[in-house]
């Protein structure tokens, strides 16, 4: 069965940066990485940012500026450098993928990786 794994998570002090990286494992290129949402405790999961395979992006307003999504097509992964962390930014964050490649998002989840950001 296709997962996607995340990694790359952690605790970070406020303004510091962490990348965060997703790939399949299994038949890695039957699900494509699309992109990163988070969820914070009594919060619904929201959109972080998002890529497609052939490079178009979506971000929230609120990582505009401080955070890049990129792939690379060639090892099927998608990664997220998040720079100028702040408390706000601490929540689990889901990649999420498509079996399809020109697609934004698709109906696939990895299990999340928590990103703390704390003094």
């Known amino acids: 069965q296709v997962q996607l794994v995340e990694s790359g998570g952690g605790l970070v002090q406020p303004g510091g940066s962490l990348r965060l990286s997703c790939v399949p494992s299994?038949?890695?290129?039957?699900?494509?990485?699309k992109g990163w949402y988070r969820q914070a405790p009594g919060k619904q999961r929201e959109l972080v940012a998002a890529?497609?395979?052939?490079?178009?992006?979506d971000y929230a307003d609120s990582v505009k500026g401080r955070f890049t999504i990129s792939r690379d097509n060639a090892k099927n992964t998608v990664y997220l450098q998040m720079n100028s962390l702040k408390p706000e930014d601490t929540a689990v964050y889901y990649c999420?993928?498509?079996?399809?490649?020109?697609?934004?998002?698709?109906?696939?989840w990895g299990q999340g990786t928590q990103v703390t950001v704390s003094s």
């Open positions: 999420n993928g498509d079996s399809r490649p020109w697609t934004m998002r698709g109906d696939y």
């Open positions: 299994g038949r890695i290129f039957s699900i494509y990485p």
């Open positions: 890529i497609t395979n052939g490079g178009s992006t």
